[in-house]
């Protein structure tokens, strides 16, 4: 179902703007489930998801991994952080931090997309809380 939006959607870029060769080597090459989570990142973004955090009251537990703080409290609140990382509630910073032993704690830059502590896997997790599966 998604291949078949997806390709509609190019196409119709396709006729607008032209690029007839272009964007059929696009297609070809393009992933379509890339394509898929590129749009729905452009739906919700990083403002949103901290909005929704706000709404389920994360807001003060993402401020704590952006700035790192986290990693210096106490074991529970680095635990519940990782937790919330793994499911997508809260996503990574954009700079790399240590923790209170010196491991360095990863940016979202530096972890795979769809991972622990990436956007995506963030956006994922807002996308079916929105939807009403979580």
Known sequence: MHSVVIAMYVSHRKIRRG??????LYIQKQDFYTSAKSKIMRRLTINKIRKLQA???L????????????????G????MAMDYLKCGACF???????DYWGNIVPSRKMVKEGTT???TNSIDYWEEYLNGSE
């Open 76 to 79: 529970t609140m680095g635990r």
């Open 55 to 57: 709404q389920a009251g």
């Open 59 to 74: 807001d003060q537990l993402q401020g704590y991994i952006d700035s790192g703080q986290v990693w210096f409290l106490e």
């Open 92 to 98: 990574l910073p954009e700079e790399a931090h240590r």
């Open 19 to 24: 690029q007839r060769k272009y964007f059929s």
């Open 117 to 119: 502590g990436s956007l």
